[in-house]
């Protein structure tokens, strides 16, 4: 079964949107494998985001990823990686489609309520990140 690492957000957590996002995974059928609340370092920011480093954007998402909990987690289930990304909608808001957790929740390009993998490679990497092998049922 196919793994992926989602984060909901600060911005959601600020706006006590965390049930209505998980409603939208376990609506798709999506199983929760490891689940929890916490802070994002910036050590853990510049892992997690290290493609994204020297990026004009990178200073201000470390900022706001870093500066309130998030919740991370790991979902499973058939082509997760990229049916959780359809279900997350694009990346800026106003670009995602009507019914998307992004349209829904996000407040900005930046502060835009859930981060999922984009690959099994990244989802792999990701996942190792936040979690330990025996955090991690199913
Ligand atoms: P993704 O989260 O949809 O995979 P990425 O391109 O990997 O999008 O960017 C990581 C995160 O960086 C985004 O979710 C968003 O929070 C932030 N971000 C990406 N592009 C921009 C931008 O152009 N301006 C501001 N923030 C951005
Ligand atoms: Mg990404």
Known sequence: M???LVLIKPDAIANNHIGDIIK???GKGFKIAA????????EIAAKHYAEHIG???YN?????MTADPLVAMVLTGENVIAR?????????????AEGTIRKLYADSVTKNAVHASDSPENAKREI????SEIEIVG
């Open 128 to 131: 190792s990140i936040f979690f």
């Open 84 to 96: 959780v990304r359809e279900v997350n909608g694009a990346t800026n808001p106003e670009k995602a």
């Open 24 to 26: 939208h995974y376990e």
């Open 35 to 42: 689940m929890k609340l916490m802070k994002m370092t910036k």
């Open 55 to 57: 990026k004009p954007f």
């Open 2 to 4: 196919e793994r992926t």
């Open 60 to 64: 201000d998402l470390v900022e706001f």
